[in-house]
T-cell receptor
């Protein structure tokens, strides 16, 4: 079993819809949970990071962590064509960081 | 405040050659991490430098080596290049921890 699992997609949704992106993990030692956005041929851009279970909101983005289920989510409200990118989840334990494979998201105008 | 920069942007090498990639950290950041991202995959951690000392290493062979300089800029060296080394190489800098690291645009390496 891989430490971090993320569906690669692609996921296509119409503009304005709510997008839900998810990752599961197996290592209960993971402490920080991050979401990155990566446009084609660019480096990843940190969107949000969380430490504890629960929700964290930043503008149109909400990160959710459920440590009991080992499951994290990123919700994007009012999705825009400019949100089309690959979204990577990442997790850390003792300065070791593991990334998911990324989910390719297409927002259809 | 300048962001993380990397050079060169693209590079083509042949199998067996050696390559050096460079990274300038975001101003004030004392920690640099290097990652390898193969096509369609997430970044894989190579190693991290904190104040010029290696501070953690992923599952990469010794032919991957690095340096961090007093101004916190960094180099990644890869010897005896293999075809599977073709990837996007990313560096990221941080001040407080990897959970708040910022990535550069990457160097795309093609090994023929």
């Amino acid at each position: 079993q891989k430490e971090v699992e993320q569906d690669p997609g692609p996921l296509s949704v119409p503009e304005g819809a709510i997008v839900s992106l998810n990752c599961t993990y197996s290592n209960s030692a993971f402490q920080y949970f991050m979401w990155y956005r990566q446009y084609s041929r660019k480096g990843p851009e940190l969107l949000m990071y969380t430490y504890s279970s629960g929700n964290k909101e930043d503008g149109r983005f909400t990160a959710q962590v459920d440590k009991s289920s080992k499951y994290i989510s990123l919700f994007i409200r009012d999705s825009q064509p400019s949100d089309s990118a690959t979204y990577l989840c990442a997790m850390t334990a003792d300065d070791k960081i593991i990334f998911g494979k990324g989910t390719r998201l297409h927002i259809l105008p | 405040e300048t962001g993380v920069t990397q050079s060169p942007t693209h590079l083509i090498k042949t199998r067996g050659q050696q390559v050096t990639l460079r990274c300038s950290s975001q101003s004030g950041h004392n920690t640099v991490s290097w990652y390898q991202q193969a096509l369609g995959q997430g970044p894989q951690f190579i190693f991290q430098y904190y104040r010029e000392e290696e501070n953690g290493r992923g599952n990469f062979p010794p032919r991957f080596s690095g340096l961090q300089f007093p101004n916190y800029s960094s180099e990644l060296n890869v010897n005896a290049l293999e075809l599977d080394d073709s990837a996007l190489y990313l560096c990221a800098s941080s001040l407080t921890g990897v959970e708040t690291q910022y990535f550069g645009p990457g160097t795309r390496l093609l090994v023929l």
